[in-house]
């Protein structure tokens, strides 16, 4: 408890704010836009974007209760710990947590090194399956090979990296609002807003892809032992990223299908790229995707960075296997997670994007997302001695809005992709059941 009292609260407003954005903003909305137009077969996909955003302002209220409530460090993790204190629940949840995570975290790595080589294959033209599958292994050993060394060294080069992910966003609006055609971009296709299965089953998946670039708009959650007046600064926090990149993405999709067509955009590997060809010709497209490049390795180096970290901090308090606590031993960085997180992101980089995607929400929902959701009634219910500075507004509507957005994302990714959900969670069972009966870890 002595090092958590020791840390820094410096996390204000704005820095918490630009925390999460930083998160958010990454390569995703650079791949999926053509997947997001393609799950609807048209530009009604952008009500995807919009329940999206609903979905992620009510999770977001859940995540700040829990974390004003519990302002310490770990996220879900401290959550599930924490609140289902002294129950059979409470040992088992956190350990599920980390086990997914070392399932879905790999996976959302992945997705950026599959966008890295989409990206590349705009230089290497006619580069097949084979060769995008060789450029995805190479960047992750490059990213496992930068992260392996001193915390220090990996910071300043973090900084670096991030600076062209602004530049490339702020481009592409811009052109895209110079050139905006509101009758390409509302070019509907006959049955758009029809009521059927079909429908709804392609909501879903709009849905889901636009939950996977709203990832992040929590991760202030995640350090919130360093946040100044925590009760106060997180929720706002998540409030106004959901909105901020909300706008960015809404704004970013619009520009884009105003100068590329939908029904061409979908079937692109290289949106961005091809927007700014069609504006300002082939070099100026060479300089965006080297743009697009930047920003997805900056989004899989900081995403390996953080998600190394998290079994590490789960070892060391007893609540996962051992191994996972080992510091190397001349750069004192936790290299035994970093080498497997690295690992098995590199192996689900040899897999489409959209299963890479689908995979990802689906084995996070079931144990983060609508656990934290039961977390919340357990902890208003049974732990009156844990006091909530912040309610979430309007309770229980923001859980209940939550759960079925989850619910509904979860249930319309197919059965196989749900079905992994659930082998997920039943294979995380069998390994706690083997966890229990190995030594633990109880020193740093």
């Known amino acids: 408890m002595a090092e958590k009292d020791a840390l820094v609260r410096g996390f204000g407003l704005?820095?918490?704010?630009?925390?999460?954005?930083?998160?958010?903003?990454?390569?995703?909305?650079?791949?999926?836009?053509?997947?997001?137009?393609?799950?609807?077969?048209?530009?009604?996909?952008?009500?995807?974007?919009?329940?999206?955003?609903?979905?992620?302002?009510?999770?977001?209220?859940?995540?700040?209760?829990?974390?004003?409530?519990?302002?310490?460090?770990g996220g879900t993790y401290l959550y599930l710990r924490?609140?289902?204190?002294?129950?059979?629940?409470?040992?088992?949840?956190?350990?599920?947590?980390?086990?997914?995570?070392?399932?879905?975290?790999?996976?959302?790595i992945a997705s950026g090194y599959i966008g890295f080589a989409q990206?590349?294959?705009?230089?290497?033209?006619?580069?097949?399956?084979?060769?995008?599958?060789?450029?995805?292994?190479?960047?992750?050993?490059?990213?496992?090979?930068?992260?392996?060394?001193?915390?220090?060294?990996?910071?300043?080069?973090?900084i670096v990296l991030w600076i062209g992910m602004l530049a490339t966003v702020v481009w592409i609006i811009a052109a895209g609002l110079m050139n905006f055609d509101a009758r390409v971009v509302f070019?509907?296709?006959?049955?758009?807003?029809?009521?059927?299965?079909?429908?709804?089953?392609?909501?879903?998946?709009?849905?889901?892809?636009?939950?996977?670039?709203?990832?992040?708009?929590?991760?202030?959650?995640?350090?919130?032992?360093e946040v100044r007046q925590p009760e106060r600064v997180i929720p706002r926090s998540i409030l106004y990223s959901v909105l901020a990149v909300a706008a960015i993405y809404a704004l970013m999709n619009l520009s884009i299908i105003a100068v590329v067509p939908w029904r061409e955009a979908m079937s692109s590997k290289f949106i961005a790229a091809q927007f700014i060809e069609k504006?300002?010709?082939?070099?100026?497209?060479?300089?965006?995707?080297?743009?697009?490049?930047?920003?997805?390795?900056?989004?899989?180096?900081?995403?390996?960075?953080?998600?190394?970290?998290?079994?590490?901090?789960a070892a060391i308090d007893g609540d996962f296997f051992p191994v996972f606590a080992r510091l190397h031993p001349s750069g004192k960085f936790p290299h035994i997670a970093l080498l497997v997180m690295g690992a098995l992101s590199i192996a689900a980089s040899l897999f489409n994007l959209?299963?890479?995607?689908?995979?990802?929400?689906?084995?996070r929902i079931l144990i983060q997302f609508i656990g934290q959701i039961f977390a919340l009634h357990f902890l208003r219910k049974h732990r009156s001695d844990i006091e909530r500075p912040f309610r979430a507004w309007l309770y229980p509507l923001p859980s209940v809005i939550a759960f079925a957005g989850w619910s509904y994302i979860f249930l319309t990714s197919g059965w196989n992709y749900a079905g992994f959900g659930v082998l997920?969670?039943?294979?995380?069972?069998?390994?706690?059941?083997?966890?229990?009966?190995?030594?633990?870890?109880?020193?740093t």
Do not use: H
Request: charged content about 10%.
């Open 354 to 363: 959209d299963a890479v995607i689908s995979a990802l929400l689906t084995s």
């Open 187 to 225: 070019d509907f296709p006959p049955g758009a807003f029809t009521f059927s299965r079909g429908f709804l089953a392609g909501l879903g998946s709009a849905m889901l892809i636009a939950m996977y670039d709203f990832m992040g708009y929590y991760d202030i959650c995640y350090v919130g032992g």
């Open 82 to 108: 924490e609140g289902f204190r002294n129950t059979r629940l409470g040992g088992i949840l956190p350990f599920l947590f980390i086990w997914q995570f070392i399932i879905s975290g790999p996976l959302e």
């Open 14 to 73: 704005v820095q918490a704010t630009a925390l999460n954005m930083s998160n958010m903003v990454g390569v995703g909305p650079f791949i999926t836009i053509p997947l997001i137009i393609a799950s609807m077969g048209g530009p009604q996909c952008m009500l995807g974007w919009l329940l999206g955003a609903g979905l992620a302002l009510c999770d977001g209220l859940v995540w700040s209760e829990l974390a004003a409530a519990m302002p310490g460090t």
């Open 279 to 313: 504006l300002y010709g082939t070099r100026a497209a060479g300089v965006v995707t080297v743009l697009v490049l930047w920003t997805a390795f900056a989004s899989v180096f900081a995403l390996l960075l953080g998600y190394s970290r998290i079994p590490y901090a």
């Open 424 to 443: 997920t969670l039943a294979a995380g069972v069998g390994a706690y059941k083997l966890w229990r009966r190995l030594p633990k870890v109880s020193e």
């Open 119 to 158: 990206y590349v294959g705009y230089f290497w033209r006619g580069m097949g399956a084979v060769e995008t599958r060789l450029v995805s292994l190479a960047v992750g050993i490059v990213v496992v090979a930068l992260l392996y060394r001193r915390i220090t060294a990996v910071a300043r080069l973090t």
